[in-house]
């Protein structure tokens, strides 16, 4: 199992890295970025923060900080999250490098190698490539519409001969499907879990980037939901609020779990950055997340309309696809006979760039589903990448033809 962990775990590793260089790609008009455009960070915000910082504060932006993290921003995630509905009571909140960390952290805590841990799939590539670096054994469960597909989530742990370690979703505007799970859905899951011993991860780094205030209330966390017999660990970024640079995440957990996590932390890399917590805690005090937000979402919005407004205009018939209510992605899904790596492959040709389905595929196959993110996209650009990807797949399609006739 270790040998197959290790093998699957060189394929994701690649696709990270590739998909990291595909995103910032200076001659591709590029789809493949999970991450905000440049143009809309808060650089005047930021620079006014820190001019406006007193002298003590800002040679402590240089110095070490506690490994459980800075804690004013501790203090200021805790209003956050309870604003958010997710009541800290008594679990306690750990400052990571990252939300990605904190999934590493997790892992490092429960997981030796040849355990098993259940994800979605599609799953988040980051943290499949986590999981198999520890050599876990992973089972995935197909989601839906509405999220995770509960019987075969019920089938699986009764097939399974031993208790997984813990459950990975994310259940706010997935990465890579766009979803968000319906409370109905959220609700079942916690019911299957329900005296299982089963660890629930809820990693959520898009729920405040939904697009209608009135669904606001979808993006609810399970962690709120007050259930008292599932273990719920929270994860949570700024990089998709703030920024990727800022490498600033947190998870929020019973203090039994807070305790090793700490010392996990400790040994990979003592804290995570002052300069970084520092700036996050001012721009949280001062009021300026929300304002922020409200931007975001409209700009993000925008691109999702005209990227949807183009898909319609210019893809086959062939092609189908979710209108995501939130977040970063859009999900196309192809004819089976077809794989979005030879789509890719023409795509690319042709000057645009996405990532393939099966890069989300925790087994590295199911390869009939592309990922759009319009988060990173010139508004100029959305409609000539349309007509170009588009291009590609019906030549791609036509060939498909050719072959099976």
């Keep these: ?6 093998a699957v775990n060189s394929i994701h590793s690649e696709d990270v890295k590739k998909l990291m260089k595909q995103a910032s790609g200076k001659n591709l008009i590029s789809f493949a970025g999970g ?4 143009d809309l960070f808060p650089v005047e915000q930021i620079d006014e923060i820190y001019n406006s910082l007193p002298e003590d504060i800002k040679k402590l932006c240089f110095q070490y900080g506690p490994t459980s993290g800075y804690p004013p921003l501790v203090n200021s995630l805790q ?14 909140i750990l400052i990571t490098t990252g939300s990605l960390q904190a999934i590493s952290i997790i892992t490092q805590e429960f997981v030796n190698e040849g355990d098993i841990i259940l994800t979605e ?10 999981f198999e670096t520890a050599g876990a054994e992973i089972h995935s469960i197909p989601i839906d519409k509405d999220g995770i597909d509960i019987k075969a989530l019920k089938n699986k742990i009764a097939s399974l001969d031993r208790k997984p370690k813990f459950l990975y979703v994310t259940p706010n505007y997935h ?3 766009g979803i968000i799970y319906t409370p109905e859905r959220k609700r079942e899951l916690l019911e299957v879990l329900s005296g299982t ?7 959520d780094a898009y729920s405040d980037l939904y697009f209608d205030q009135a669904e606001k209330h979808l993006t609810r966390s399970m962690k709120s939901f007050g259930v008292q017999d599932v273990e719920i660990i929270y994860t949570g970024s700024f990089s998709k609020i703030l920024g990727p640079g800022f490498r600033l995440g947190f998870m929020l957990s019973s203090e039994e779990i807070f305790d090793k996590a700490e010392t996990v932390k400790q040994a990979l890399d003592a804290c995570t950055s002052n300069f970084m917590q520092i700036i996050a805690n001012e721009f949280l005090t001062r009021n300026k997340l929300e ?14 309309n005209l990227l949807q407004k183009h898909l319609k205009t210019y893809m086959p018939p062939e092609i189908t696809w979710n209108e995501p209510k939130g977040g970063f992605y859009t999900w196309l899904k192809l004819p089976s006979h077809v794989r979005s790596t030879d789509i890719f492959k023409e795509s690319v040709a ?3 760039v996405f990532v393939t389905g099966r890069t989300f595929d925790p087994a590295s196959k199911k390869d009939d589903r592309l990922r759009l993110s319009f988060s990173n996209m010139p508004k100029d650009q959305i409609e000539k990448g349309v007509k170009i990807l588009s291009e590609a797949i019906k030549h791609v399609l036509q060939n498909s033809k050719m072959v099976i006739s």
């Design 121 to 130: 799939n599609p799953c988040f590539v980051g943290a499949l490539t986590v």
């Design 175 to 177: 990465n890579p499907a």
């Design 35 to 38: 991450m905000p455009n440049n």
């Design 350 to 352: 042709r000057g645009v």
């Design 197 to 203: 011993g089963i660890i629930l991860v809820e990693d």
């Design 1 to 6: 199992m270790y040998a197959f962990s290790k």
């Design 291 to 304: 304002p922020y937000l409200k931007f975001l979402r409209n700009e993000y919005s925008d691109r999702k």
């Design 79 to 92: 209003s956050y999250l309870e604003n958010k509905g997710v009541a800290v009571g008594d679990n306690k």
